[in-house]
């Protein structure tokens, strides 16, 4: 079955500190995989997707299919760092598009 | 407007009833879907429409049911509401083309069930 972990509920770091959240998946197909970050009080939003290779706001993931992780990375937090953040996988079955998405890691920068 | 917008914010109901939840996709976006978040978890996919029909759908009962209108807007319908239906719920909208290049989420509707 399709599934995406995270296994840290919580992660407290200090700024200047690098960040590293966690995320592993099981899919059988070939993943597409995506972070969402949610700050307070906002809504649910799209950081990177590793389709593009790209870093946005310092953060980056490397799909590694051989151990099946897409960790999100962050060389030195910032204390606009602090948000939820959801690992997500993009599916396509019969039961239609859909991302499935991990429960979730709280990222807490402190000053 | 540009976005996607959601209503109402909160709402409660009490176990048994019937509730409509309404959104107004991003314009131009003929793809809607629709996700639960329960308290403390990542959102949960329960269906999504594809021009007007119902293109595929996650493991929820037939009392969550759907309609998608030409003009973008879209609406969750929950019959017989319990008390595990208290949740966000998240309407996301996108291309079709452009599905796996990331949905556009809306802020959600805060359903309590008492």
């Known amino acids: 079955a399709q599934r995406v972990t995270q296994p840290e509920k919580l992660l407290s770091v200090f700024k200047g500190a690098p960040v590293e959240l966690k995320c592993n998946y099981s899919?059988?197909?070939?993943?597409?995989l995506f972070w969402y970050v949610q700050y307070s009080r906002q809504r649910l939003q799209l950081l990177l997707r590793?389709?593009s290779r790209e870093s946005i706001k310092g953060f980056t993931a490397d799909l590694n299919k051989g151990e099946t992780s897409f960790h999100l990375k962050k060389p030195f937090a910032q204390e606009e760092d602090s948000a939820m953040y959801y690992c997500?996988?993009?599916?396509?079955?019969?039961?239609?598009?859909?991302?499935?998405f991990g429960g979730g890691t709280r990222l807490m920068v402190k000053p | 407007e540009t976005g996607v917008t959601q209503s109402p914010t909160h709402l409660i109901k009490t176990r048994g009833q019937q509730v409509t939840l309404r959104c107004s996709s991003q314009?131009?976006?003929?793809?809607v879907s629709w996700y639960q978040q329960a308290l403390g978890q990542g959102p949960q996919f329960i269906f999504q429409?594809?021009?007007?029909?119902?293109?595929g759908r996650g493991n929820f009962p037939p009392r969550f049911s759907g309609l998608q209108f030409p003009n973008y807007s879209s609406e969750l319908n929950v019959n017989a509401l319990e008390l595990d239906d208290s949740a966000l719920y998240l309407c996301?909208?996108?291309?079709?083309?452009?599905?796996?290049?990331?949905?556009?989420f809306g802020s959600g509707t805060r359903l309590t069930v008492v």
């Open positions: 996301a909208s996108s291309l079709d083309e452009e599905l796996y290049y990331g949905y556009t």
């Open positions: 899919y059988s197909g070939s993943p597409e």
């Open positions: 590793h389709i």
């Open positions: 997500a996988l993009w599916r396509v079955n019969n039961a239609g598009n859909m991302l499935t």
């Open positions: 314009s131009g976006h003929n793809t």
């Open positions: 429409y594809y021009r007007e029909e119902e293109n």
